[in-house]
């Protein structure tokens, strides 16, 4: 009598059908981090002194249009040259919608906005963005605090979802940074912001890595072709270490790589990562190129984590403060991956169900990537 194979436990079966249901989410749409038709990310950057004060607002192109309820040939214009004719055609809607749901105010009295300037248009990952600067003029003198309030893109125009707005500020000597969701909508400067700095940042750090597939399934990557608890703990300082790096090099403008070359690469590393952990996983000196590889892999996905704040500005320790919430933020959530998936993984290794288990969960993995990486080589620069 033949006894029967050890059988899958059904828990398992159900943790890798749920990461089957989310490789194939991929191919609905390239990535959380590049889709526009969920949710968005608004950045501010508020300078001034006294009465005079200016605010850079960089929104997503089509998002903004939409708002302004402008036609489908403003909002679905796909050339640089048209969409910097549209906003210039259009700057009064344009300018009335911003200005509606975007306010600055000093020492409790409202600072009467203007545009200063044509808005320019610029490539963020791989959507275009439109820059848009107005100029404040602010009741009473220097000193007094300064409120900035943001309801871009709320829930109700229904366009998009949860959007938050990244303000980064130099109001009068004051700096800060702060992210302004449709719960807490204003920010006021002065006093000790630090502990409200430090969870917001924190909190997108963990947002950034938990909703940007492309960086999560470099990371399952990583797991399924670790031999042990050693290699993966070698392979996550690695690339920790390699993203950290460059994360903060980026976010501080010491390093500037395009997006059409970033992204790209962080799809073609998932696919690579993907096939080595199964065709070279058991292979005689793996081990010695797989760090160097995950090392250079994770210098370019920290680039692509610099992305996610769109700051621009000069040196500074609440800018620090900032980069380092935001990286914690991220380390908090590959722990917590790495916590869940690899006892898992080490689990349906010790049965026979891992020759179609692990295939099966990496060949979804080779194919999203390998779409993402054609998209967007393939996408045509705006």
């Known amino acids: 009598m033949r006894s029967a194979a050890p059988r899958l436990p059904a828990a398992l079966l159900t943790v890798v059908a749920a990461l089957l249901t989310l490789l194939a989410a991929g191919l609905a749409r390239p990535a959380p981090a590049a889709a526009h038709d969920a949710t968005t990310t608004a950045y501010v950057e508020v300078t001034g002194t006294g009465t005079a004060v200016r605010a850079e607002l960089d929104l997503e192109y089509d998002l903004l249009m939409k708002s302004a309820w402008l036609y489908e040939e403003a909002y679905g214009a796909k050339d ?7 906003l210039k055609a259009n700057a009064q809607a344009v300018n009335a919608y911003v200005t509606g749901r975007f306010a600055l105010a000093h020492a409790s009295a409202a600072c009467t906005p203007r545009p200063a300037g044509d808005a320019r248009v610029h490539t963020r990952g791989s959507r275009p963005f439109a820059v848009l600067t107005l100029a404040y003029d602010c009741p009473g003198g220097a000193g007094g605090s300064y409120t900035v309030s943001s309801a871009l893109f709320p829930d109700a125009e229904s366009f998009v979802h949860s959007t938050e707005t990244i303000v980064h500020y130099d109001l009068d000597g004051q700096r800060g940074s ?34 940007g597939l ?40 010491v390093v ?10 962080i799809a073609a590393s998932i696919a690579v990562m993907a096939c080595a952990g199964i065709f070279l996983r058991d292979r005689e ?28 500005e000069s040196w500074s320790w609440e800018l620090l403060l900032s980069l380092l919430s935001f990286n914690v ?5 590959q722990l917590g991956v790495i916590a869940v998936v690899f006892p898992l993984l080490v689990l349906v290794r010790r049965t026979p169900a891992h020759r179609w288990v692990l295939p099966a969960l990496t060949a979804p993995i080779v194919v999203v990537s390998l779409y993402w990486f054609w998209d967007r080589v393939t996408a045509v620069p705006s």
């Open 80 to 86: 640089r040259a048209e969409q910097l004719r549209q």
């Open 178 to 211: 702060q992210v302004l969701t449709a719960a807490e909508p204003t920010l006021t400067t002065g006093g000790h912001h630090q502990s409200r700095q430090i969870a917001d940042f924190f909190l997108l750090g963990m947002e950034h890595l938990l909703f």
């Open 214 to 253: 492309d960086h999560i399934l470099f990371l399952l990557s990583l797991l399924i072709g670790a031999r042990g608890l050693r290699d993966v703990l070698l392979a996550a300082t690695a690339f920790t270490a390699a993203h950290s790096v460059t994360f903060l090099l980026a976010a501080m403008g």
């Open 256 to 265: 500037t790589v395009p997006a059409a070359v970033v992204e790209p690469v």
């Open 285 to 312: 000196g793996t081990g010695r190129w797989r760090l160097p590889v995950v090392f250079l892999f994770g210098l370019v996905h920290g680039l692509g984590f610099a992305g996610a704040l769109g700051i621009d």
């Open 329 to 333: 933020g991220i380390e908090a959530v």
